[in-house]
């Protein structure tokens, strides 16, 4: 069966340090894979999404980067954090046989 | 621009009591419209609705799409403390399968 894991769980970055979160999928290959943001509010907004290795769109202009070094790997980065991208991130995945997304366990990122 | 709009936003009801949530949609190239359930951390999946008119059900809850009005219901029946949670509603959208739109959910509280 398919799982998906990303770490870490919880973090707390000053204003202007780096970020890294990283996603896996095990048991599919190929995946669709997405980053989501929820703010307060409950809203998802999609960040990222992509369709195969080192491709990747952007859905909304910010300070976040992508990236998909391999095929069940996608890693959400910046370089310079600002408060406003303090949130909880969702990683998701997409197989071949639908629609349906499925996500993992989340990230909350305070920044401070 | 596609739009997935879910009410009410929040409700309170008392154990056994049953609920109807609600999501109205506006996309191009409608495909399914998906049910996710989050409680304290990420959505996990309930349903994925593709035809009018044909009920799909899990247990105590049950979902219904109509394509003609642009709607879906979520009903949950005999409520207990374990359905409090945050309901979303969410829609492939962009003329693709890669992208959902998600509405900004309807937070249920069940009181014992």
């Known amino acids: 069966s398919q799982t998906i894991h990303q770490w870490p769980a919880t973090l707390v970055q000053p204003v202007g340090s780096p970020l890294s979160l990283e996603c896996t999928v095990e048991g599919t290959s190929n995946p669709n894979l997405y980053w989501y943001r929820q703010a307060a509010g409950r809203g998802l907004q999609l960040l990222f999404y992509s369709v195969g290795i080192g491709q990747i769109s952007s859905e909304v202009p910010q300070n976040l980067s992508a990236s998909r070094p391999q095929d069940r790997q996608f890693i959400l980065s910046s370089k310079k954090l600002l408060l406003s991208d303090s949130g909880f991130y969702l990683c998701a995945w997409q197989g071949d046989s639908g629609n349906t997304i499925y996500f993992g366990e989340g990230s909350w990122l305070t920044v401070v | 621009e596609d739009k997935v709009v879910q009410s009410p936003l929040s409700l309170v009801v008392h154990e056994g009591d049953t609920v109807t949530l609600n999501c109205s949609y506006e996309?191009?190239?409608?495909?399914?419209l998906l049910w996710y359930k989050q409680e304290k951390k990420a959505p996990t999946f309930l349903f994925m609705l593709t035809s009018s008119g044909i009920e799909k059900k899990s247990g105590r809850l049950s979902s219904i799409l109509d394509k003609k009005e642009l709607f879906s219901i979520l009903n949950i029946t005999a409520t207990q403390t374990g359905d409090s949670a945050v309901y979303l509603c969410a829609v492939p959208s962009g003329g693709s399968n890669y992208k959902l739109t998600f509405g900004k959910g309807t937070l249920l509280t069940v009181n014992p």
């Open positions: 996309v191009t190239n409608f495909r399914s």
